[in-house]
């Protein structure tokens, strides 16, 4: 007589568990389309022990290897060296020379929690925080652009501060081995001054750069006066962090951010996120500013500040703390950073095609929308490939080529970004944002006539664009405002 095979456990009909479970000891949340993912990475931590049995043990008593276990397997994030360069050039170039000034005209170091302290020079120390830095290339940039910045010669002393959910992460930034994948986005020229080659394939930058940066383990979304201390931080970096943080760690997440800058600080969000409503921006004394084509957090007087024009929408509910701002870290003219019915802020777009066939193919739009500003790129460059068809109308397919440009702009492939940016424009004449983006990509690249040429072309087709397209890749920017962006821009860069 043979025994009967055990019947196959439903994982899926477990997943409600771990979602609550990474929810109330992580503060992380996931969806009903990341299922596969959760399975996985459920299986792979449960090892030896059943599934459910793991989450019996978790949910009773919860260790701290386990969840670090769980954080490993669900926060791994894609970053490389200089990410989204136009935030360092308006670091380097916009904020740091007024921080620097400041500093050295500090005879006393302001309280600062562990960091505070005379360190030598006139001034104190400038701290910046990488927050949610995943492998450290975001540290790493942060710390070659303040020492390109010679902070010390004008007698500021420097640290950057990195920390992450994920110890595996940590791990390897500490390690500090990078390869091609990594400085993707990094010239030649700065790899050479900036880092060495280890072996094969494989850099590591330099010890004037490595020492000046600590990691640590920490979540965002916990309090701790300590570490959060009013003025701890002059810069913050916190990108495509948010975006995961169920609503009540995200409250707390961004009262730890925001409460943490310091008088002058500025704090750069990603594409994908925003302070959740300019209540909480200036209940916190934060403007948001724009130079060299992105945007930012600055903690400043309301009446000094040379506040960039907000269009500041919102739906017709938000959830306590939320509104639909324009994105910190956010360009318009970005999708990223629009509200696109499911992402992080915004409201939802109004079909232009009517009917259901018209109702799917905007739904699928918005479900790569969400995808891409989950971090789930792959997923959602399928979803616009979906829309790329003959049989789509060609204004749609317009929209999913840009879409797709976007994408390839976050993991910092330029070139692929300005090609789909191109077909996205020949497929509709009329369509301003793909001109807009063309425009910021040649500006970065020093092409004075080609950014002119582009940016000329947006600001005319603006005064046309449609108002569905507006809300769906305006950054929450109304038309007088993108238009002003353009002229800015062009003034920016006279040959």
């Not at 949910?59 to 397997?73: F, N, Q, V």
């Not at 200036?282 to 957090?297: D, K, M, N, P, S």
């Not at 929209?399 to 692929?416: C, D, K």
Request: hydrophobic fraction near 45%.
């Amino acid at each position: 007589m043979t025994r009967a095979a055990p019947a196959a456990l439903d994982l899926p009909s477990l997943l409600p568990r771990l979602r609550a479970l990474l929810a109330a000891r992580l503060g992380l949340h996931f969806d009903e389309r990341q299922d596969d993912r959760l399975t996985a990475a459920l299986t792979r931590v449960a090892g030896p022990v059943s599934p459910e049995r793991f989450l019996d043990q978790m949910e009773l008593a919860p260790t701290r290897a386990r969840l670090d276990a769980l954080a490993a397997e669900l926060t791994v994030g894609e970053t490389f060296f200089f990410r989204h360069a136009e935030q360092f050039d308006a670091l380097r170039f916009d904020l740091l020379p007024g921080m620097v000034r400041s500093l050295s005209e500090s005879a006393q170091a302001e309280p600062g929690g562990q960091w505070g302290g005379q360190l030598g020079g006139p001034g104190r120390r400038l701290r910046a925080l990488s927050a949610g830095c995943a492998s450290g290339e975001e540290a790493y940039t942060l710390a070659i652009t303040l020492h390109r910045a010679g902070l010390q010669a004008q007698g500021v002393d420097w640290e950057v501060l990195a920390v992450d959910l994920n110890p595996a992460a940590l791990a390897r930034a500490a390690a500090a081995r990078y390869g091609e994948w990594s400085l993707r986005a990094t010239p030649q020229e700065q790899r050479d001054l900036w880092l060495h080659r280890v072996d094969p394939g494989l850099w590591t930058p330099l010890p004037a750069i490595r020492e000046r940066v600590r990691f640590a383990q920490r979540n965002l979304a916990q309090p701790d006066a300590m570490f959060w201390a009013p003025g701890s931080f002059d810069i913050i970096f916190c990108r495509n962090v948010l975006i995961y943080f169920e609503p009540t760690a995200l409250r707390q997440a961004i009262r730890n951010l925001t409460g943490a800058l310091a008088p002058g600080g500025a704090l750069f969000l990603g594409h994908a996120e925003t302070l959740r409503g300019k209540d909480v921006a200036q209940e916190a004394g934060l403007v948001l500013r724009q130079a060299h084509g992105c945007f930012f957090y600055r903690r400043e007087p309301v009446e000094d500040a040379r506040v960039w024009p907000l269009a500041w929408t919102s739906s017709s509910s938000p959830a306590p703390g939320v509104d639909a701002a324009p994105s910190a870290g956010a360009i318009p003219g970005s999708a990223l950073s629009s509200g696109s019915g499911h992402g992080v802020a915004g409201t939802p777009s109004t079909p232009d095609a009517a009917g259901p066939e018209g109702d799917a193919d905007q739904a699928l739009l918005d479900e790569a929308l969400q995808l891409i500003e989950a971090g789930q790129v792959e997923d959602g460059l399928r979803a616009c490939a979906r829309l790329i068809t003959p049989g789509t109308p060609a204004a749609l397919q317009a929209e999913g080529l840009f879409l797709h440009g976007l994408a390839m702009e976050e993991r910092g492939q330029l070139p692929a970004a300005e090609w789909h940016h191109q077909r996205a424009a020949a497929k509709d004449a009329a369509f301003a944002f793909p001109h807009l983006r063309l425009g910021l990509l040649a500006r970065r690249r020093g092409e004075v006539i080609a950014a002119h040429r582009e940016l000329r072309r947006a600001l005319e087709l603006l005064d046309h664009e449609s108002s569905e397209r507006l809300r769906r890749f305006g950054g929450g920017f109304d038309r007088d405002d993108l238009r002003r962006l353009c002229r800015d821009e062009m003034q920016e860069t006279r040959a």
